[in-house]
């Protein structure tokens, strides 16, 4: 049984060194296809980001409110105008991020699987669902 934690345990991988925004962009996406990026130039890779309309600050506060009520989110660090986001799905660990882009009123989005090669299209639609979920708050208020 203590063998079987520790391979669990193993699933999640270790952290990125290249996360965090640099110069307003994002890191870019491996070719492997388990992520998603708003600043990607492939087809493959490229998600759009989350739009908004109003206060830039509100908009972001919003989003950050929305990932801390998800049971799969958790925000390990916090910057102005930048979140970053450990995603779970069962035993696998992904690192998301959010990055405010005041200029053109949008929230720049990456999802990256930390382990393996696929991720069958998780990291694509978790974002989409979590674009859904931005938009219906933004439409309550």
Do not use: W
Request: with cysteine.
């Amino acid at each position: 049984m203590t063998i079987g934690l520790v391979g669990l345990v193993g699933c999640a991988g270790e952290r990125p060194n290249n996360l965090g925004a640099r110069a307003g962009l994002l890191a870019v996406c491996p070719a492997s296809p388990n992520c998603v990026s708003s600043q990607a130039d492939d087809e493959k890779h490229r998600i759009a980001p989350l739009i908004f309309s109003g206060d830039a600050d509100a908009a972001f506060a919003r989003l950050k409110l929305l990932l801390g009520q998800r049971a799969d989110a958790t925000i390990r660090e916090e910057q102005p105008g930048y979140l970053r986001v450990e995603l779970r799905t069962l035993l696998f660990v992904d690192d998301g991020e959010f990055l405010l882009d005041r200029a053109r009123s949008v929230i720049q989005v990456r999802s990256a699987s930390r382990l393996g090669y696929s991720d069958l299209g998780k990291n694509r639609s978790r974002m989409e669902e979590i674009r859904r979920q931005f938009g219906a708050t933004g439409e309550k208020l």
